[in-house]
């Protein structure tokens, strides 16, 4: 168990509709990540937040993606107007300590028909 | 800039036989170094990290990992592969300072056959 919930775990969709996902990581008030995997590829870095703060925003972040993590909790990415080339699986990852290592949830996995 | 380049997206090996994953990394800064697997459909799980106390770090699954920084390299070795052990390797990179989030390589692939 690394600490980290991810919902859902799959989500169909639409082009052009917009989803939503959330992570809960097990302790507030540390670093919270979001990173994409396409089929074949590592994980990409989106953003990060320390507690509510946005820190980092990756270029691949496009203006149809949005996060916030309120209260420096749980924290959610939305996507609007979905394309098909958003589907790939997102991952939430959680720091702990100084060590650098990231603790990962198992992904939501997004197909846009 | 930091950046992570993995050799070979796949690796075949036979039960019993030696497991070497390549890595090579860049970075402008002293870096913190991981390697994780990631079972089908699954997250992403922490192999082992080097974060400067010993170049030699030893992992879960009896992996081991050197790093070598005249070469700039971490390669992942297991002595003896085992079945279980076919999945996605991935190696992965971070400032020390924590000021960047982890980069990591493209993956590769391990198959054990019997």
């Known amino acids: 168990d690394t600490g980290v919930s991810q919902d859902p775990r799959h989500k169909i969709t639409k082009r052009g509709q917009n989803v939503t996902f959330r992570c809960d990581p097990i302790s507030e008030h540390n670093r919270l990540y979001w990173y994409r995997q396409t089929l074949g590829q590592g994980p990409e870095f989106l953003t990060y937040?320390?507690?509510?703060?946005?820190?980092?925003k990756s270029r691949l972040l496009s203006d149809r993606f949005s996060a916030e993590r309120p209260k420096g909790s749980f924290s959610t990415l939305e996507i609007q107007r979905t394309e098909q080339g958003d589907s790939a699986m997102y991952l939430c990852?959680?720091?702990?300590?100084?060590?650098?290592?990231?603790?990962f949830g198992e992904g939501s996995r997004l197909t846009v028909l | 800039a930091q950046s992570v380049t993995q050799l070979g997206s796949h690796v075949s090996v036979s039960e019993g036989a030696l497991v070497l994953l390549r890595c090579n990394y860049s970075s402008s800064v002293p870096p913190y170094l991981f390697w994780y697997v990631q079972y089908p459909n699954q997250g992403l799980q922490l192999l082992l990290k080097y974060t400067s106390a010993a170049t030699l770090v030893k992992g879960i699954n009896d992996f081991e990992a050197e790093f070598k920084k005249s070469e700039t390299s971490f390669h992942l070795t297991k002595p003896s592969a085992h079945m279980s052990d076919a999945a996605e390797y991935f190696c992965a990179v971070s400032s020390r300072d924590g000021g960047t989030a982890l980069i990591f390589g493209k993956g590769t692939t391990l198959s054990v056959s019997s």
């Open positions: 990852a959680r720091n702990q300590g100084n060590g650098g290592e990231l603790f």
């Open positions: 937040f320390q507690n509510e703060a946005q820190l980092e």
